[in-house]
């Protein structure tokens, strides 16, 4: 096609689906199939059935009620049914005219007024069967079945001519009991109608197990080949240093408590990695509150103490602020003798005020550099960037992880350019399964126990229809001076929820909780359309305790940290995902006081909550560990939202699934490594066909 020839509207729709090169297309599979190969009498038909028979139009009329409706009566021979259209047009009337030999296909339904099809295919009878299923494909608007099907079997003609199907897994590493590659894609785009259709539709078939197989291990490959390509690059080697008046030593002996021995562990891990000249390419994972900030703040002592630059980039700038203020308080103290500070980035700084801070950062004397994605932003040099640290990395995207790294100025002994180090970390631990799979590239440190002191949060699930009850809970809370967070699914911006968002639960609190009295506790409110000064002030008025009740959106879902706070009430908590519900209440129980979570769900226009929302609310009464949580939320999401930003250009499992294809995720890790040191060439065909250009996006 020339290049300057426009796309027609199809031709977009295909390019939006990813589907470019023709083993794209090849590889685009059905979603479910048609028999179309068989007719089948109506009077065989049982209700529900789709079935496909051929008939004679008897009767046409055309409804004028509350909604016009065109109504055909048709006859087998066998049976007669109506035939019901709602979407009328004079060609489709005229197709349908009395007389007429139709072949329909469609789901047949009993009724009072006898069988129904609503909205049947139908053309005209005669002509052969097909002798395969049909395959229905997934699409998008402006992408009709036929012209994708067309597209999809013209491109696995030309892949197959190309090659693009030629075996890349190796004879030793194959198992037994699934087809060959090109067999297993010709049968899933053409099955014959002996096949058993329940094999079909869950996957279970040896062609789709061949499939599933072959995604999982470019997976495996892509993850192996960016782990060995990392091994292959230089960074700045900070070492480990013991003696008392080194920063890190510093740092330990100045902190107001002991480190738990996970925490030590993990400090240990993440030194050991620093002190290497191959970059540090680590996901730092702790339940809520398990202590990942002091963890961090050893790390950056560790960079700063061998003369380098550390970057800490959180993805808001209230969690932004809540590292700064620990950081400044433990850091400064320690760097300011020796002519160094702490820097603070954001995007809302005044013009002057980010001036200064960007100079310091380019002189080196900001040794620390903390802020939110301004931290990446073109004009921020850095004089010797070693160390990049990533908070609630799932939160930022591919690009910005990238830039990030791209920070460095610094050149390795060799010559050669050195990347900083990259420590993520994340309050949503990471399942087994993914942690496996999409993960896999990462070396993974885990803070599996929470520092002493915390009380174990008590958690109700409870209907908004006891909302007074609750209201008397906080004022109770309120006058023995705790305070109280109350979170609402929504701000302005959600206008498509239809609820009470959280300006009106702001009136509603303020005013029940002043009961006429003259010094009536204060509440605040909090949400992402207010600029960051007032924010800030909100924030400090309640860190400070001058504040009771904090209404808010989840902007404090992460790194809030107010132990005086003994209650969080969540409202219409069925909105929330489950890993969110879980970080939520962990911004109450951080203090010595009993602390409890309410989980205030509503009904709805329905009258019960959705299965999915039931299991997410069950799920939170029933544990408060977040390695079961996040194993629950996989069970209930899939790993989409675990994924986060690494989801964007990294494709997700399409056919695999991690909790029924354990068995296939096993052999492709055991099998990636080898195959890329034994046979390279085959794997970058296998990755070629599968990601593409994708997988450089895995590597972020």
């Known amino acids: 096609m020339p290049e300057n020839k426009p796309l027609s509207a199809p031709q977009k729709a295909l390019r939006k689906l990813g589907l470019v090169r023709d083993v794209d297309l090849a590889l685009h599979l059905p979603l479910r199939y048609e028999d179309e190969t068989r007719l089948t009498p109506l009077k065989a038909a049982r209700d529900g059935d789709n079935v496909q028979f051929e008939a004679t139009v008897v009767s046409q009329s055309l409804t004028h009620g509350p909604r016009k409706q065109l109504v055909v009566v048709v006859d087998d021979g066998t049976q007669t049914c109506t035939l019901r259209f709602f979407n009328v047009y004079p060609s489709q009337q005229k197709a349908l005219a009395v007389g007429q030999r139709l072949r329909i296909r469609g789901e047949v339904q009993g009724g009072f007024m006898g069988r129904t099809l609503m909205h049947p295919h139908y053309q005209q009878a005669g002509g ?7 395959p229905v494909y997934p699409t998008s608007a402006g992408l009709p079945q036929a012209y994708l099907r067309k597209a999809v079997l013209s491109g696995l003609s030309r892949a197959v001519r190309a090659g693009a199907f030629e075996e890349t897994v190796p004879a030793d590493m194959a198992v037994p009991g699934v087809w060959p590659l090109l067999q297993s894609v010709h049968f899933l785009h053409n099955p014959t109608p002996d096949v058993s259709l329940a094999q079909l539709e869950d996957r279970t078939h040896p062609a789709w197990q061949r499939l599933k197989a072959e995604e999982l291990l470019a997976q495996q490959l892509s993850q192996a080949q960016s782990k060995q390509e990392r091994a292959a690059l230089r960074a700045p080697v900070l070492p480990i240093q013991s003696q008392a008046q080194a920063l890190p030593a510093q740092l330990l002996a100045a902190l107001p408590f002991e480190l738990t021995a996970a925490q030590r562990r993990v400090v240990e891990e993440i030194a050991r990695d620093l002190a290497r000249p191959v970059p540090m390419h680590r996901l730092l994972q702790g339940d809520v509150g398990s202590g990942k900030t002091v963890v961090a703040a050893l790390a950056a002592a560790q960079c700063m103490a061998a003369g380098k630059q550390c970057a800490l980039m959180a993805p808001t700038e209230i969690l932004a602020e809540q590292h700064f203020r620990k950081l400044i308080g433990w850091l400064e103290p320690l760097l300011l003798p020796q002519g160094l500070r702490v820097a603070w980035l954001t995007g809302s700084q005044k013009k002057k005020e980010r001036q200064q801070m960007q100079a310091l950062i380019a002189s080196g ?3 620390l550099v903390v802020g939110t994605h301004a931290v990446i932003q073109e004009q921020v040099q850095f004089k010797s960037l070693a160390l990049a640290i990533i908070d609630e990395q799932h939160r930022f995207g591919v690009a910005q992880r990238l830039a990030l790294r ?5 050149e390795a002994s060799d010559g050669a350019p050195a990347e900083p180090h990259l420590l993520m970390m994340s309050a949503t631990p990471i399942p087994r399964t993914l942690a496996m799979s999409y993960y896999a590239d990462l070396d993974v440190s885990t803070i599996d126990a929470l520092p002493p002191g915390r009380t174990p949060v008590v958690t109700k699930v409870v209907s908004d229809t006891r909302r007074e009850e609750i209201i008397e809970r906080i004022r109770l809370q309120v006058a023995q001076g705790r305070q ?3 979170v609402c699914p929504l701000i302005e911006e959600s206008e498509a929820l239809d609820l009470s968002n959280a300006t009106e639960t702001h009136a509603l609190l303020s005013a029940a909780l002043a009961n006429g009295s003259a010094e009536a506790p204060q509440v605040g409110l909090l949400h992402s359309r207010m600029n960051e000064a007032d924010k800030k002030q909100v924030m400090a008025a309640f860190t400070s305790g001058a504040m009771a009740v904090l209404v808010s959106t989840t902007v404090i879902e992460v790194g809030v940290d ?4 003994s209650l969080m009430v969540i409202d219409h908590a069925e909105r929330f995902g489950l890993s969110q519900l879980h970080q939520l209440r962990g911004r109450v129980g951080r203090g010595a006081v009993a602390s409890a ?8 226009e329905h009258g019960r909550l959705s299965e999915t929302a039931r299991e997410r609310l069950r799920a939170m009464v029933e544990t408060h560990d977040g390695f079961e949580i996040a194993r629950r939320d996989l069970e209930i999401r899939g790993p989409g939202e675990f994924l986060g930003a690494r ?5 997700l499992l399409r056919f695999a699934d991690l909790d029924t294809d354990q068995d296939w995720l096993d052999w492709a890790r055991r099998c990636a490594p080898l195959m890329l040191s034994r046979h390279p060439d085959k794997a970058q065909q296998h990755l070629s066909r599968w990601l593409g250009g994708k ?3 895995l590597k972020a």
């Open 562 to 565: 107010v132990p005086n706070a």
């Open 597 to 604: 979570c309410v989980l205030m769900y509503s009904t709805g």
């Open 484 to 486: 109280v967070y109350w």
């Open 128 to 134: 052969p069967l097909p002798s395969a299923l049909t």
């Open 406 to 410: 791209s920070k460095t100025v610094e």
């Open 365 to 367: 004397e900001a040794a």
């Open 695 to 697: 997988s450089d996006y």
């Open 647 to 651: 989801q964007s250009g990294a494709p």
